[in-house]
């Protein structure tokens, strides 16, 4: 079947401006994850969701960064007023469930966001 | 809260040869340990992954060992193939907030021909 798919795979944007990225998670999947990945570092949390609610936002670094998950499938990671710094690759990931062997999670390609 | 460990961060074995990669956790409640292989411009796909109620996993070439006392956790490939170059990420999580994976900072391996 279809794995975990995001768009766009590459984003070039100018400081200031506001960003959405997308993700559609493995059908059936209920929880979805947002990592964020900098040049030669392992990901980094951002936020989780369990349905249509965020049930971690503990990763998110400040207030410019959201996410939304609205029908508890897609999500979109928002981010308003981007800095050069918030140039990473973005990747989602999504799980059947969270607890024991439901909890694995099956990453995304991610998508590249330059801020210039 | 958990800080994850992992070395070295390159490495570089000739093909057939055996490629060891190591990791350190500090949260004892951590009681799952994937790892994942990320190719380039691609996602981190799991390889294996290990619970805390058992010191070794096996599957095929790849196996993981994990040491709980002494918080030690590595990936062991064997026989290794020109395929097995990528970068390799060890992790951890507690069954409490599988939400939560906590990376390491990755193992760029190179398979020599």
């Known amino acids: 079947g279809a794995g975990v798919s995001q768009t766009p795979s590459n984003k070039v944007t100018e400081k200031g401006k506001y960003v959405e990225l997308r993700c559609d998670p493995i059908?059936?999947?209920?929880?979805l994850y947002w990592y964020r990945q900098s040049l030669g570092q392992g990901p980094e949390f951002l936020i989780y969701?369990?349905?249509?609610?965020?049930?971690?936002d503990s990763g998110l670094p400040n207030d410019r960064f959201f996410a939304v998950r609205p029908e508890g499938s897609v999500s979109t990671l928002k981010i308003q007023r981007t800095e050069r710094g918030d140039s990473a690759v973005y990747l989602c990931?999504?799980?059947?469930?969270?607890?024991?062997?439901?909890?694995?999670?099956?990453f995304g390609p991610g998508t590249r966001l330059l801020v210039l | 809260g958990e800080n994850v460990e992992q070395h070295p961060s390159t490495l570089s074995v000739q093909e057939g040869d055996s490629a060891v990669i190591k990791c350190t956790y500090s949260?004892?409640?951590?009681?799952?340990f994937p790892w994942y292989k990320q190719e380039l411009g691609k996602g981190p796909q799991l390889i294996i992954d290990?619970?805390?109620?058992?010191g070794e996993k096996k599957d095929q070439r790849i196996a993981v060992t994990l040491n709980k006392t002494a918080k030690h956790f590595s990936l062991h490939i064997t026989e290794t193939q020109p395929e097995d170059s990528a970068v390799y990420f060890c992790?951890?999580?507690?069954?409490?907030?599988?939400?939560?994976?906590?990376f390491g900072s990755g193992t760029r391996l190179s398979i020599r021909p």
């Open positions: 990931a999504s799980s059947l469930g969270v607890a024991g062997g439901q909890g694995t999670q099956y």
């Open positions: 059908s059936g999947h209920t929880a």
């Open positions: 969701f369990q349905g249509t609610g965020a049930a971690d």
């Open positions: 949260d004892s409640a951590s009681n799952y």
């Open positions: 290990i619970r805390s109620n058992v």
């Open positions: 992790a951890a999580s507690t069954d409490s907030s599988a939400s939560k994976i906590i």
